[in-house]
């Protein structure tokens, strides 16, 4: 009964958000849904660089006044591979899309690059630019990435290098982490497979059958952080909102086993509501939906295919109308509202603040469960995986530290290689 009682009070704020959803979208069109992107089309299950997992937006629990946003992309590094795999693509721009304006258009950028990496004992350099759609910069400074190690357990991770800029004060973080996302994805999976095979009937309790696993446990991400003052991202109103792309040029050329890219940026994964590609898009129309913008979205682009997917949940007419104004009516965009409070430890974890209370998303925040109710149609509905297998930190970056290896030789395996 405690886990129904649990989740009935996250149903009641998700009701409670829902409506002040609906009244903003009456003013502004805004909304918000949330979930996980983890290896959500075709091309970025071969493209892992540009892969996105998941992203975060939240106001500081330390200092209200700052925002911090977090990408993740290339899910499942496991720590035997870390010098192979820890290494950012320097083709690739990491790109936070800043709108401020109430409308499903981007109007700054906060663009992350990195620069050529080696892997094993060697950092990179990220350059770290915020701009608006003119080009006319607010920031611009340089950081060096964390170096991963092999160092086998109990020997401690490399502990996360922070840079300060001098000029705004902003934080920059970029390397290996524990993947903070929580999901049984196995369970997932097959619910959304039970779906498409049985429409409008799916098997419910596929979802954290009898006890759920988190599915990300174990293994590490890459991490992009970049904690910047509210100030240079806040518009009119105190709210904004924060679509995440892995972008790479459209000419791509290989010369002595080297890529390096030409021509104008085109996206290859993107994520505002997380979830979204995974469990609601038709398999044929992820890569396109990847490929799209925002402005795309509140054009229609996706809302017969969204729709469709969601009557084969069983989701009834009024859950869909809230859901496409959540995720498609304006823009696939996560809306976070810098007045509202976040505190605690973790990243925030006050139950006023994070989703459901138009506080974006933090890292402790249980997606999945609140998602997946409201596909329900606000019948509870859960994975029973309630948090990431280790605490985050307290303060910037709030990642865990990544999983180290055991130790050579070691009798333990648990399948992984890790």
């Known amino acids: 009964m405690k886990r129904l009682t649990t989740k009935n009070s996250l149903v009641g704020r998700l009701r409670a958000s829902l409506a002040v959803a609906i009244s903003l979208a009456a003013l502004t069109g805004t909304s918000r849904l949330q979930a996980s992107d983890h290896i959500d089309s075709p091309t970025t299950a071969q ?40 290494i950012f693509d320097h083709n690739i721009r990491y790109r936070f899309a800043i709108e401020n304006t109430g409308d499903a258009m981007p109007d700054l950028f906060l663009e992350v690059r990195y620069s050529p990496g080696l892997g094993r004992l060697t950092n990179q350099t990220a350059r770290i630019i915020l701009h608006d759609r003119e080009g006319n910069q607010t920031m611009n400074f340089t950081a060096p990435t964390t170096v991963a190690n092999q160092q086998p357990r109990p020997a401690p ?14 934080k920059f973080f970029g390397g290996a982490a524990d993947d903070p996302f929580f999901l ?11 779906s498409i095979a049985n429409p409008g009937n799916p098997n419910k ?17 890459m991490i992009t952080a970049v904690r910047v003052p509210a100030a240079l991202l806040r518009g009119a109103s105190s709210e904004i909102g924060v679509s995440f792309a892995t972008q790479r040029r459209r000419n791509q050329v290989i010369a002595a086993g080297a890529v390096t890219g030409q021509g104008l940026y085109a ?38 295919d969204l729709t469709k997917n969601l009557q084969n949940f069983g ?34 974890n006050n139950p006023a603040g994070g989703f459901g209370n138009l506080g974006g998303r933090r ?33 910037f970056p709030f990642v865990a530290d990544p999983t180290q290896p055991f130790p050579p030789g070691d009798r333990v395996d648990d399948h992984t290689r890790q």
């Open 47 to 86: 493209d892992r660089g540009s892969d996105i997992a998941d992203v975060y937006a939240f106001v500081d629990p330390n200092d209200n006044a700052q925002v911090v946003l977090i990408g993740s992309t290339q899910g499942f590094i496991v720590s035997g591979e870390h010098f192979g795999m820890v």
């Open 157 to 170: 991770a490399p502990q996360p290098v922070v840079t300060t800029d001098s000029v705004t004060g902003a």
């Open 184 to 194: 049984d994805d196995t369970g997932a999976n097959r619910l959304v497979a039970s």
């Open 205 to 221: 309790s596929l979802l954290g059958f009898r006890q759920g696993r988190d599915t990300y446990a174990g293994f590490n991400t």
């Open 267 to 304: 996206n290859v994964d993107r994520q505002g509501n997380p979830g979204v590609v995974n469990f609601l898009i038709t398999p044929a129309l992820k890569n396109p939906y990847n490929g799209a913008r925002t402005a795309d979205d509140a054009a229609g682009g996706f809302a017969e």
């Open 315 to 348: 989701t009834d007419a009024a859950h869909i109308n809230t859901i496409l104004d959540m995720i498609q009516r304006n823009g696939d965009i996560l809306r976070l509202d810098l007045s509202v409070p976040n505190i605690g430890p973790q990243g925030g």
């Open 363 to 395: 890292l402790v925040d249980d997606v999945v469960d609140d998602v997946f109710t409201l596909i329900n149609n606000e019948e509870l509905l859960t994975d029973n995986v309630d948090a990431n297998e280790v605490p985050f930190r307290n303060n």
